[in-house]
C-alpha cells in the first residue's frame, strides 16, 4: 500500500493570513456594478456575499451574478441563480459557500449558492447585474473572506 492520496479539488495547502473577516464597502454609483479589487498580498476565498437591489421603474428582468475575473477583467467564472428581479423592487441577494442550491423568495431575499473558488493576487471579484438600468442601486455590500499568504512553498 502507498500513501499517496488524490488532492482535494482546488484546495492547495495554503497558510491563512488571520481569521475570516466579514468586510463592508459603500454602494457604487446608480446603474454601476460593484468590483473588489485584491491588490498583490493575499490569495482569496470567498466565503459570503450580501447585497440589496433596488430597482427603478424601468421594466426590464434583472439578476445578480459574482464573478470572478483575471487581472484583464476576462471573467473566468460566476455563480447566479435562475431567477429575475422585476422592476421597482428590493430584493436581497445572498451569496454562501455553505448555500446548496438557490432558493427563493425567503424573506424577500434570494439565497444563492456561492463558489468558493482561490482567487490569485491581481484578480478581482464583481457584482454584477445583469440588464442593469439607470436608476438601479447595489447597496448594503458586504462579504467575508479567507485571505491566505502567497509565499506558499509547493515543492
Not at 106 to 133: A, E, G, H, Y
Amino acid at each position: 500500500m502507498h500513501d499517496l492520496r488524490a488532492p482535494l479539488l482546488d484546495a492547495p495547502p495554503l497558510r491563512r493570513y488571520g481569521l475570516p473577516a466579514w468586510e463592508y464597502r459603500d454602494s457604487p454609483a446608480a446603474a454601476a456594478h460593484f468590483t473588489e479589487e485584491l491588490g498583490g498580498l493575499y490569495i482569496v476565498r470567498l466565503i459570503s456575499l450580501h447585497v440589496r437591489l433596488v430597482t427603478d421603474a424601468n421594466v426590464a428582468n434583472r439578476t445578480v451574478l459574482v464573478e470572478y475575473r483575471d487581472a484583464a477583467d476576462a471573467r473566468l467564472d460566476f455563480s447566479g441563480a435562475p431567477v429575475v428581479q422585476t422592476a421597482t423592487d428590493t430584493v436581497d441577494w445572498i451569496f454562501s459557500a455553505f448555500q446548496g442550491q438557490a432558493e427563493w423568495e425567503i424573506d424577500d431575499s434570494i439565497l444563492v449558492p456561492l463558489k468558493p473558488s482561490f482567487l490569485p493576487p491581481t484578480f478581482d471579484f464583481r457584482v454584477f447585474v445583469d440588464n442593469i438600468q439607470a436608476g438601479d442601486q447595489l447597496s448594503r455590500i458586504r462579504f467575508k473572506w479567507e485571505r491566505f499568504y502567497t509565499d506558499v512553498d509547493l515543492t
